[in-house]
């Protein structure tokens, strides 16, 4: 059974830095994972994805420059750094994994499984 726990929310003041963490269990080999987003009345949206190889990483355009997803293949976790942190990234951030793409997908409906998701929430 594949698990998913995100950690590492919390209220951070805008520009500041967090690091997230999505610890992996039930699945150690050739898995895609992605970091996706929600705010209170907004549809889920990509954040970033990385291969199972480190190989390929994508990012939204609204993140790209401030966020970097990293993966710890031997700890089974998935890392987000989030950096130079605004008010429109507050939301809630879950994390998924896929195992039918070479590429990471940034579609939702692709992932198969899913964690509980972490606050964040950035003020100004």
């Known amino acids: 059974q594949v698990q998913l726990v995100e950690s590492g929310g919390g209220l951070v003041q805008a520009g500041d830095s967090l690091r997230l963490s999505c610890a992996v269990s039930?699945?150690?080999?050739?898995?895609?994972m992605g970091w996706f987003r929600q705010a209170p009345g907004k549809e889920r949206e990509f954040v970033a994805a990385?291969?199972?190889?480190?190989?390929?990483?994508d990012y939204a355009d609204s993140v790209k420059g401030r966020f970097t997803i990293s993966r710890d293949n031997v700890q089974n976790t998935v890392y987000l750094q989030m950096s130079s942190l605004k008010p429109e990234d507050t939301a809630v951030y879950l994390c998924?994994?896929?195992?039918?793409?070479?590429?990471?997908?940034?579609?939702?409906?692709?992932?198969?499984?899913w964690g509980q998701g972490t606050q964040v929430t950035v003020s100004s």
């Open positions: 039930g699945r150690t080999f050739r898995y895609t």
């Open positions: 990385i291969s199972w190889n480190d190989a390929v990483t």
């Open positions: 998924a994994l896929e195992v039918s793409h070479m590429r990471p997908p940034r579609g939702a409906q692709e992932y198969e499984y």
